[in-house]
């Protein structure tokens, strides 16, 4: 077992990166058990012209390409914003065991906002969630972002 390290920063970076793209700054990293970085991604829904390339949905289809496997028991993913119900649910399918994320979001997330997936009796995988980190820094991201966009 390797000692706890966040990857927070990692999905920070990729959120920043994907803030340069003109997608909306969220990013999310999986991290395997052995504690390698497996797949790393920013939203890209307007690039790919996809409602479903989310941050979250790149970076588990990466891993489980890396993977080999629709399935990742014993990873971990991080994320900069609370997931919304596609992306919980995309989650708890993919077996994850710990959820970090970082922003709350009252509007769109689905995990302690909304539907809170997780919360539902049709979960049938229901991932350690960890929520609250290094928040301040993705509501930033979001902020900044949005406000250029108005202006
Ligand atoms: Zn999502």
């Known amino acids: 077992m390797s ?5 927070m920063q990692a999905a920070l970076d990729q959120a920043r990166a ?12 999986v991290v395997a058990p052995d504690g390698r970085v497996v797949g790393a991604a920013g939203n890209r829904t307007r690039e790919l012209n996809d409602p479903t390339a989310h941050a979250e949905v790149l970076a ?20 900069t914003l609370e997931p919304c119900p596609m992306c919980a649910s995309a989650i708890g399918q993919a077996r994850i065991a710990r959820l ?16 809170r997936i997780y919360d539902h009796p049709q ?29």
């Open 60 to 79: 588990l289809r990466a891993a489980c390409a890396a993977a080999g496997s629709e399935r990742l028991p014993g990873h971990d993913l991080y994320v």
């Open 3 to 7: 000692p706890f390290r966040s990857h």
């Open 123 to 151: 979960s049938h995988h229901v991932p350690e969630v960890y929520d609250g980190i290094r928040a301040a820094e993705a509501e930033v991201l979001l902020k900044t972002f949005f406000a250029a966009r108005r202006g």
């Open 100 to 115: 970090y994320y970082g922003a709350a979001d009252p509007k769109s997330g689905g995990v302690a906002h909304g539907p």
């Open 18 to 29: 994907a803030a340069a793209r003109g997608e909306v700054p969220v990013g999310a990293v």
